[in-house]
């Protein structure tokens, strides 16, 4: 009889088979991999990890689901489906979870792993030229006036404006991880000047975050005074929450753009949607909302200075072979022990 294996990985969001089998291709001697597609709910779009909602099992597939995860000493992300987070604790053996996200560190508190020996490595640096593209995108549908451009358009008018230009503009990103490096190396080919602010400021950084200035988190104000455009790049964390409040918009000069690629939950959304209405906010990019889905009674809908993103901004078709390659690095340190050179291991104090 042969013996069970010593790691079982069982992907419990949807993952394209392509995938699936360059993980079972590249998986150490020793490994099971657990892919059982009519178990996870029918994706919407290329890189969906939710699925469509009103999913339910049967009771076979239950059966077959809490088998595979009572199995499972390894997850490709967090068990999807009806009971939601609560699908992990169906997993009791399982060490080391690799999500699809990587702003989880709520998530994992809210799923009392704080505590735990449960390994959680994330996505990070996957999303960041998506969400960098949609930053460029925001900034320059502003400073070249895209919403005359469309009025023009439909009203048949050709009359010649003079619009703006990025370059010489200010832009301040709060939160310079992978992602804000990202957007303010994008940004420096437009030649715009880059102010980061992070949690452990020093002069060494400006080369790694392609910024000018470095600024610590209680240096905020200084860092968004002059700024033309602000991108939230920060992780949600108890240290953010409602961080970009009525203060921080009093400290900004009028007209300011604002995108927020972070968690809604980092803004004070009251302070910031009366700070749209004011015209201090010129222009606002979206791609999250305190409240996901936004609600369909929430003034952002109708302001004509706000553009929502439907948090999309991160997903891209190359999302899924990206988090493969990680799966696939950190699978084979995983099974030889070699757990220190993990890569994107979830700092569970920090939150990122």
């Known amino acids: 009889m042969t013996s069970p294996s010593p790691y079982v990985a069982f992907i419990t969001s949807p993952l394209e088979y392509e995938y699936v089998e360059r993980i079972r291709e590249a998986a150490p001697e020793g490994v099971e991999i657990l892919y059982q597609p009519d ?9 969906d990890h939710k699925g469509r909602d009103g999913f339910a099992r049967t009771p076979a597939q239950d059966r077959r689901w809490r088998d595979a ?18 699908g992990l604790a169906l997993a009791p053996q ?37 969400l960098a593209e949609f930053a460029l995108f925001i900034m320059l549908a502003h400073v070249k006036d895209l919403p005359r451009l469309q ?13 703006g230009e990025l370059s010489g503009k200010s ?12 957007v303010a190396c994008l940004a420096r080919a437009f ?35 002059d700024a033309d455009y602000i991108v939230l790049a920060t992780p949600h964390t108890p240290q953010t929450e409602r961080m970009i409040d009525g203060e921080i918009w009093a400290a900004t000069k009028r007209g300011v753009v604002f995108v ?33 889905p936004l609600p369909p009674g929430s003034p952002l809908w109708s302001m ?49």
């Open 39 to 47: 178990l996870l709910p029918q994706t919407r779009y290329i890189a």
């Open 69 to 86: 995860l009572a199995r499972a000493t390894i997850l490709w992300d967090f068990p999807s489906g009806p009971e939601g987070a609560r």
């Open 94 to 130: 399982v060490k080391w979870v690799q999500t699809t996200s990587s702003g989880v560190g709520q998530a994992v508190a809210n799923m009392g792993l704080a505590d735990s020996d449960v390994i959680v490595t994330t996505a990070r640096g996957v999303h960041a030229d998506a």
């Open 151 to 163: 009025r023009d358009q439909q009203a048949h008018r050709w009359e010649r404006y003079c619009c």
């Open 171 to 182: 832009l301040t990103i709060i939160g310079a991880g992978q992602v804000g490096a990202r």
């Open 191 to 225: 030649n715009m000047r880059v102010n980061a602010v992070v949690n452990r400021p020093s002069p060494e950084r400006r080369t790694e975050l392609f910024a000018d200035e470095v600024y610590g988190q209680a240096d905020l104000k200084s860092a968004v005074k």
């Open 260 to 292: 927020n690629i972070a968690r809604g939950q980092v803004v004070d959304e009251p302070a910031m949607i009366e700070a749209l209405g004011s015209g201090h906010i010129g222009l606002a990019g979206l791609d999250v909302a305190a409240t996901e």
């Open 304 to 352: 004509p200075n706000v553009i929502i993103s439907p948090h999309s901004a991160s997903t891209a078709p190359s999302e899924n072979g990206k988090i493969t390659d990680i799966f696939i690095r950190n699978l084979n340190h995983y099974v030889r022990g070699e757990t220190e050179q993990m890569i994107n291991v979830l700092d569970k104090a920090r939150m990122y």
